[in-house]
T-cell receptor, first 115, second 113 residues
């Protein structure tokens, strides 16, 4: 069965600090996708990034970067020079092929960035 | 660009009452989902649909029913509301491909007294 674990329930940092959100997954499939979503205080869920199981290249997008390591079944998310606007709940999700597009979500990590 | 629209946004019910949450998407997506979000528990799948006229149970389907009579609409019904169903409900949709991200509505905050 697939499972996503976000062990960090809450993280609090001061603005401009770097912060890494951990995501560990379990799956028996060799073909799968991983996703990160952001849920700001306003409540909507916004897609950030996806990565397939065959692509272990790290990705950087502005202040955001993602580190995917199949050897440790992890897909971690780093925010560099955090800002108050980064305060949100972040969810990691796993989708196995084919599975009607269903995703298994982690319980989320609440990030608070203080000014 | 409406995307996924949920109505209503807020609702308070008394135990035993019934209601229907409506989800509408304008992206011609095949797959649609209903989740509930409770504190510290992430998103849990209630029911989903892979196309017009189809529905299937998710992780926590008890106490809920769904219908997908039109491709763009996915309805979630509570026949006899219980306090345990107090939650934030999210609808999502995606293309008929397993590798695509889901597009979410803004959520419905439901309180059952």
């Amino acid at each position: 069965a697939q499972k996503v674990t976000q062990a960090q329930t809450e993280i609090s940092v001061v603005e401009k600090e770097d912060v890494t959100l951990d995501c560990v997954y379990e799956t028996r499939d060799t073909t799968y996708y991983l996703f990160w979503y952001k849920q700001p205080p306003s409540g909507e869920l916004v897609f950030l990034i996806r990565r397939n199981s065959f692509d272990e290249q790290n990705e950087i997008s502005g202040r955001y970067s993602w580190n995917f390591q199949k050897s440790t079944s992890s897909f971690n998310f780093t925010i560099t020079a955090s800002q108050v606007v980064d305060s949100a709940v972040y969810f990691c999700a796993l989708s196995e092929a084919p599975n009607a597009g269903k995703s298994t979500f982690g319980d989320g990590t609440t990030l608070t960035v203080k000014p | 660009n409406a995307g996924v629209t949920q109505t209503p946004k807020f609702r308070v019910l008394k135990t035993g009452q019934s209601m229907t949450l409506l989800c509408a998407q304008d992206m011609n997506h095949e797959y649609m989902y209903w989740y509930r979000q409770d504190p510290g528990m992430g998103l849990r799948l209630i029911h989903y649909s892979v196309g017009e006229g189809t529905t299937a149970k998710g992780e926590v389907p008890d106490g809920y029913n769904v219908s997908r009579l039109k491709k763009q609409n996915f309805l979630l019904g509570l026949e006899s509301a219980a306090p345990s169903q107090t939650s934030v409900y999210f609808c999502a949709s995606t293309e008929d491909r397993w590798d695509q991200p889901q597009h979410f509505g803004d959520g419905t905050r439901l309180s059952i007294l």
